[in-house]
């Protein structure tokens, strides 16, 4: 043991080691803490002054106390919880049905069903709502052509829970895939080998492996449709939920610390929800893989089981795909429930009116999205591969940009950017800022999952044979997130095409958005016409996602990271 | 000293260890290697000789000491700069280009002329037989043939020393001799320098000029195969090296050049070193080498009970209970039956060879 006279004097290790060697490292870190303050936090801030400040300036919390001592408020939180739980449940229990009989069960039109469980990821948020409206409305097909009844009840929860159930399940389907397919085949064939029956080696080894994963994917729909608003303003009715409110409060009424509040009863949740996600989920996840697994794709259910899932992805599909078989015909149709005819004039009409918005869709997406894969692969470089103080914050602040309601950000955005120093409402920049923010985590998660997966020795090998850092990056660690990146600037492009519940707030004469605009339509019962102009968004988003393809060699399940 | 080649002097590596506490991974270790040697740093996971070996690489910057090559401090020297070739334990091959580009690697970033790049790699892909497998991609090799590209890629660059990260043990157990001698072959052929880690010791027996035996960051031998098997210096040593057993004894009488003590009340000669003396009655720890003992049946005075036979074909290992220790007893085996003539629960006679024995104080 050695004795204190020949231990050597040890210098205690300094964290600013890296930031000091490396000047780019420390501009770098230093430019991008500033941003992600200044577009992340400072509007939250803002957000809360406002809903904290009475009309003299001074602190109050009168507004908080409006609102929870209000029955309209009161119901509207009770109405956001009740649906989220609602659609939460409906949407993990097919996430789950999906992912088990894609993943384990080896059914029959495995491309179909991965591809059933992706589209409505890629589809403006309402386009459901409005399908909704055209099936089962008072003028709807089924309800009023086939069945005719007279129907009113669409509006409101039973509506919403059917399409927000539509539009979320594919979160719970990828969130689900991505642990079943982590849990070992194995497992399964060892707990049979060890006398379960099939359905016992489910309910005992399967099932609770993936109830980390269940509960995860709960939680993320839960928040999804806690946050929706482009379906509730649209199927609400006189079921009020907190996101609508906001936005009409805001705007409608001019209320704004009213509205300020609501966005904030709204952020709580969802930060909660991302807290508990990062740093309590974290450490629940089971680890299955030790030692070499043979991984065969073993088929772990009998023949019967296998049918009636292969049934149910098959109604579901089915049920899916009427959704979307309805907005192409809806496109045709002179007026819907009424008169019956084929019309082209819907596309002429949103050809004038909707041309010049769908350009300056695109053109903002396609502005936005190499700025945020860029930026979220850079966050997401410094945060794997470097050790400085402040690390974790920028982690942090780049992925809380998740947890933040779009309605809140929205109405940040306003409160903070409409006057100086940073004025910035009614340009162009705005709504930029507001998608490379609300996307960058999207960026910084692939990236930081790709940079796991290539391994340190891989880049210290480069080091070791005579490349500097710059060297090794470009030659050794780029080509290698090369897929990564782009999977992540299509999911992050797809999200700015189909984006509402912050812009809705920020769009501008000049600067409108599709998204807003189809709302326009759908509000004033021009169905035909916001029929079109989804079909035409998704059009859109499908050859631009198709060109990325192309042009990288990526395959599906590369982008959207479900099974192979 | 003028023939040293790579030195190490009072090197230390403090790691936190996760609870603001921290860890010394590498302890105050100082060595000497000379030119064309090849020297193993050899020890359990976590007794610092990756560490050390990072720390000559460049990949961790040590906490105090020196590191000089050829009399030249390199503390300063960029890991990109050092010119230390290194076969990693994963191989590290980059996956998305092919084998000649991988070779070619070090090459390019020193920007040799292309013919060069070519006739370089080639002379590289004969000397480890990889001929005919430039254009695939490190996926579509075996294991073997990806060891040989990573020993390829830092043999093109003709360095003057190399560094080993356990590069063979993701190989199978007969591959793995193979290439042990692959590498012998080329080392000594071209006289590269080779600091090399593992923690398999019979690796490190057969391949190494010396070894450094390494145990919590700490050096506990460095010595030649020879001298580390024979004289282990420490219990560790003996225990690491040579799978020692040990008991406990007591000094019955100190002589010039051997000792006698008491085991089981009967008396033992242990040869020792002339410079040390013991105390009468003193407690002493006793390392034996199991393949220095044997069963016999013979009374010795020493005996113990049969617990376990395991028959491995030129040997059979016996685990015999003894003064309330299990020891581990390696024999020859003669016959084909001979061997079997023992089963578990007999009483037997244990004999020890006199060089079986090294006395350590406890």
């Given at each position: 043991m050695s004795s204190p006279k020949n231990a050597p004097a040890l210098k205690a290790p300094n964290p600013f080691y890296q930031l000091t060697r490396e000047p780019l490292l420390l501009a770098a870190v230093l430019f991008l803490l500033v941003l992600l303050g200044l577009f992340i936090l400072y509007p939250l801030f803002e957000v809360a002054r406002m809903s904290l400040t009475a009309k003299d300036g001074s602190f109050t919390s009168e507004v908080y106390e409006y609102v929870f001592t209000h029955v309209r408020y009161r119901k509207a939180i009770r109405n956001s919880v009740l649906l989220g739980v609602i659609v939460a449940t409906t949407s993990t229990f097919i996430g789950y049905v999906f992912a088990f009989s894609l993943t384990r069960a080896g059914i029959r039109w495995k491309k179909f069903f991965n591809t059933m469980a992706i589209l409505p990821i890629i589809s403006p948020p309402f386009m459901f709502a409005l399908s909704v409206i055209l099936l089962f409305g008072r003028n709807g097909l089924i309800t009023a052509g086939l069945l005719k009844l007279d129907v009113t009840g669409l509006y409101g929860l039973r509506g919403l829970v059917i399409v927000q159930t539509i539009g979320m399940f594919p979160m719970a389907f990828m969130t689900l895939s991505g642990i079943l397919q982590g849990i070992d085949p194995d497992l399964d064939t060892c707990a049979m080998n060890l006398g379960a029956k099939k359905g016992r080696a489910f309910f005992t080894v399967t099932l609770p492996l993936s109830l980390p994963g269940i509960f995860a994917s709960w939680l993320i729909v839960f928040v999804g449709s806690l946050t929706d608003f482009g379906n509730p303003i649209i199927l609400g009715g006189d079921f009020d939920v907190l996101s609508v409110q906001a936005y009409l409060e805001f705007t409608?009424?001019?209320n704004l610390a009213r509205g300020t509040a609501l966005a904030i009863l709204l952020l709580v949740p969802t930060v909660a929800v991302f807290f508990f996600q990062k740093y309590i989920m974290k450490n629940k996840t089971y680890t299955t893989i030790t030692g070499k697994s043979s991984r065969r794709g073993v088929v772990v259910v009998g023949p019967v089981v296998k049918n009636i899932l292969f049934a149910f992805c098959l109604l579901f599909s089915a049920f899916v795909l009427m959704f979307y078989i309805t907005i192409i015909s809806g496109s045709f149709i002179k007026l819907w429930g009424i008169n019956w005819s084929f019309t082209l004039e819907h596309f002429s009409y949103s050809w004038d009116v909707g041309l010049k918005t769908m350009r300056n869709t695109l053109f903002l997406a396609l502005i936005s999205t190499p700025i945020t894969a860029i930026m979220g692969m850079v966050i997401a470089y410094i945060v794997v591969r470097k050790k400085f103080p402040g690390k974790h914050l920028m982690e942090f602040l780049s992925m809380l940009s998740y947890a933040i309601p779009g309605t809140c950000v929205g109405i940040g955005y306003i409160l903070a950017f409409n006057?100086?120093?940073?004025?910035?409402?009614?340009?162009?920049f705005i709504l930029i800022a507001c998608y490379v923010f609300r996307n960058v985590p999207i960026g910084v998660e692939s990236g930081i999952a790709a940079l796991k997966q290539i391994s340190p020795d891989i880049e210290e090998s480069s080091t070791n044979l005579g490349g500097d850092s710059s060297y090794t990056f470009r030659n050794i660690t780029l080509p290698l997130i090369r897929p990564s990146f782009f999977a992540g600037a299509t999911f992050a492009f797809v999200r700015s095409m189909t984006a509402i519940s912050a812009i809705i707030f920020l769009v501008s004469a000049r600067w409108n958005h599709m998204t807003v605009l189809v709302l326009a339509q759908t509000e004033i019962m021009r169905l035909g016409v916001a029929s079109v102009m989804s079909f035409a968004l998704i059009v859109v988003l499908l050859a631009v996602i198709m060109v990325i393809m192309r042009l990288t060699g990526l395959k599906q399940s590369q982008i959207f990271g479900t099974t192979k | 000293m003028s023939d040293t080649y790579l030195l190490l002097n009072g090197v230390s590596k403090i790691f936190k260890d996760g609870q603001g506490g921290q860890v010394r991974a590498v302890d105050n270790v100082s060595l000497k290697i000379k030119k064309g040697e090849f020297v193993t740093l050899l020890?359990?996971?976590?007794?610092?000789k990756t560490t050390t070996l990072r720390m000559v690489a460049g990949f961790e910057v040590q906490n105090s000491g020196d590191i000089l090559l050829e009399g030249r401090n390199i503390n300063n020297v960029a890991a990109y700069d050092r010119n230390m070739p290194m076969v990693f334990q994963s191989y590290a091959l980059f996956p998305h280009m092919t084998i000649f580009e991988n070779i070619a690697y070090g090459l390019k970033v020193r920007k040799v002329p292309k013919d060069t790049i070519r006739n370089d790699v080639a002379q590289a892909c004969q000397m480890v037989n990889l001929t005919g497998l430039e254009k695939r991609y490190p996926g579509e090799l075996s294991g073997g043939q990806q060891q040989r590209v990573a020993l390829a890629r830092a043999l093109v660059l003709k360095p003057q020393i190399m560094l080993f990260d356990e590069p063979l043990s993701n190989l199978d157990a007969k591959l793995r001799i193979q290439t042990r001698s692959e590498i012998m072959r080329v080392q000594q052929m071209l006289g590269i320098t080779a600091l090399y880690v593992t923690h398999d010791q019979s690796e490190a027996l057969s391949m190494s000029d010396r070894i450094v035996v390494m145990n919590q960051g700490k050096v506990e031998q460095f010595g030649t195969p020879e001298e580390i098997y024979a004289a282990p210096a420490t219990p560790f040593v003996a225990d690491f090296i040579g799978n020692a057993n040990f008991i406990n004894v007591t000094v019955r009488k100190d002589g010039a050049d051997t000792l006698e003590v008491e085991v089981q009340d009967t008396a033992l000669m242990v040869p020792k070193s002339p410079d040390e003396s013991y105390g009468e009655g003193e407690e002493l720890i006793l390392a034996m080498k199991p393949e220095s003992m044997d069963i016999c049946?013979?009374?010795?005075g020493f005996t113990g009970t049969m617990e376990l036979i395991s028959y491995l074909g030129a040997t059979t290992e016996f685990k015999i209970e003894f003064n309330g220790t299990f020891l581990t007893v390696i024999h020859t085996n003669t016959g084909a039956k001979d061997a079997r003539k023992f089963q578990t629960g007999d009483r037997v006679n244990l004999r020890f060879e006199p060089d079986a024995f090294q006395v350590y104080r406890s």
């Open positions: 409608g009424m001019g006057k100086a120093p940073f004025k910035l409402s009614g340009t162009a | 020890g359990p996971s976590g007794c610092g049946d013979e009374e010795t």
